[in-house]
């Protein structure tokens, strides 16, 4: 019989569970010390150093060991008889690609359903929210739950925060991500950002943190992940208004990050097709570029909209932060000219300036126009204009 036939025989009223938590430095010592038959004196140096590069995880750390060893990087001294290792070498080593590989040759070998959920944990991340969880078990068919906990036996997983799982290791994270192919990457993206959507959409609309998580997930999938062209349409919205969340808590990278994969997920002839939504992301980019200095992004976003819009109304929000995108990056003379061209396609008379002013003068006017040019004011303008 063997060792594993052997534990599922046994009661678990007979059996203790014990959680393995990181060990400090001079646990690792000890372990070291040990496994090598040396003087902690003497292995302190090189467990600092292990311990440095497998944070303790004990796991990882027998990986780290086991590398180590079938490299060649310790040798026995017959002289001396003892262990005997380079320190300078094992410090500038690079583990990562070996110990990686030596993870992936030993995830291959999980029963299917941990190896299952081994890979769906590495495309959320490093951390697993409890919440998502069973969202995930459903959608898949599976008790991930008790699969998490059994990878948290295995040291793969752990779960000392009472609110999610966790990757014992980066590594780990990172040998079960690269275990799939490019296209099931993508794939499995998708099919966790749209379950996770369709909870949201279903039970709770305004839970937009687990929003957040369902949209990164639909947006790392992207749009080559999706068979229905419908599909797209929905992701494109989703976008927008986890972007208009960001754009509120003034998270303006994360905000110009859903916009940016909104316009990605419109399908071609989208501004004929879905004139208002292609709009509507459009100017939010533009704003949220703005916000971030982006210049280029500004232009070039605005450019697309100048392009497309059907009247002045649409282009108004646009230009704003074109101007004021040129204000912030000092170039002056270039924020008058985009003034002076908005006024006027207002319909408003404008001087011609025949000679460049001084920089002060300019410096003013800009300071004065740019300070009244709120939305409100474009807004007022533009139906002035009309009348």
């Known amino acids: 019989?063997?060792?594993?036939?052997?534990?599922?025989?046994?009661?678990?009223?007979?059996?203790?569970?014990?959680?393995?938590?990181?060990?400090?430095?001079?646990?690792?010592?000890?372990?070291?010390?040990?496994?090598?038959?040396?003087?902690?004196?003497?292995?302190?140096?090189?467990?600092?150093?292990l311990h440095s590069k497998s944070l303790g995880?004990?796991?990882?750390?027998?990986?780290?060991?086991?590398?180590?060893?079938?490299?060649?990087?310790?040798?026995?001294?017959?002289?001396?008889?003892?262990?005997?290792?380079?320190?300078?070498?094992?410090?500038?080593?690079?583990?990562?690609?070996?110990?990686?590989?030596?993870?992936?040759?030993?995830?291959?070998?999980?029963?299917?359903?941990?190896?299952?959920?081994?890979?769906?944990?590495?495309?959320?991340?490093?951390?697993?929210?409890?919440?998502?969880?069973g969202i995930l078990s459903k959608h898949l068919g599976l008790d991930?739950?008790?699969?998490?906990?059994s990878l948290v036996q295995r040291s793969y997983l752990t779960d000392n925060d009472s609110t999610r799982f966790r990757f014992a290791h980066d590594r780990?994270?990172?040998?079960?991500?690269?275990?799939?192919?490019?296209?099931?990457?993508?794939?499995?993206?998708?099919?966790?950002?749209?379950?996770?959507?369709?909870?949201?959409?279903?039970?709770?609309?305004?839970?937009?943190?687990?929003?957040?998580?369902?949209?990164?997930?639909?947006?790392?999938?992207?749009?080559?992940?999706l068979s229905d062209e419908r599909q797209h349409f929905t992701i494109a919205q989703l976008n927008l208004k986890a972007g208009q969340r960001a754009l509120a808590l003034t998270d303006f990278p994360s905000a110009f990050s859903f916009f940016d994969h909104g316009i990605k997920f419109l399908r071609p002839d989208y501004w004929k097709i879905h004139y208002q939504l292609s709009l509507t992301?459009?100017?939010?980019?533009?704003?949220?570029?703005?916000?971030?200095?982006d210049a280029t992004h500004v232009t070039s976003f605005t450019e697309v909209v100048l392009k497309h819009s059907q009247c002045l109304e649409d282009r108004l929000a646009v230009l704003y932060f074109a101007v004021k995108s040129l204000k912030k990056a000092k170039r002056l003379l270039a924020c008058r000219d985009g003034i002076l061209r908005v006024l006027e396609q207002m319909g408003e008379d404008t001087f011609n300036v025949l000679a460049t002013p001084p920089a002060e003068d300019i410096h003013n006017t800009n300071d004065l126009l740019t300070s009244t040019m709120t939305d409100d004011f474009f807004i007022h303008m533009c139906q002035c204009s009309q009348k």
């Open 144 to 149: 991930l739950d008790a699969i998490f906990r």
């Open 172 to 225: 780990i994270h990172q040998a079960a991500y690269t275990m799939m192919s490019k296209k099931q990457q993508r794939d499995d993206h998708m099919k966790i950002g749209l379950a996770i959507c369709r909870y949201v959409l279903e039970y709770n609309e305004n839970d937009y943190d687990m929003m957040f998580i369902g949209v990164n997930q639909l947006n790392q999938g992207g749009p080559d992940a």
């Open 281 to 293: 992301l459009f100017s939010a980019a533009v704003e949220s570029a703005c916000a971030l200095s």
């Open 57 to 133: 995880n004990p796991f990882f750390l027998r990986q780290t060991m086991e590398v180590l060893c079938k490299e060649g990087y310790f040798h026995f001294s017959l002289i001396e008889r003892k262990w005997k290792w380079d320190l300078d070498e094992i410090l500038d080593l690079r583990l990562d690609d070996n110990v990686v590989a030596l993870l992936t040759r030993q995830m291959s070998k999980l029963p299917e359903d941990l190896l299952i959920g081994l890979k769906a944990a590495s495309c959320i991340g490093n951390f697993i929210p409890y919440s998502i969880v």
């Open 1 to 49: 019989i063997n060792v594993n036939d052997w534990l599922q025989s046994l009661s678990e009223s007979t059996l203790e569970t014990i959680h393995l938590t990181n060990l400090n430095p001079e646990e690792v010592n000890r372990l070291v010390s040990g496994s090598l038959r040396t003087s902690p004196r003497l292995t302190r140096s090189l467990s600092t150093v």
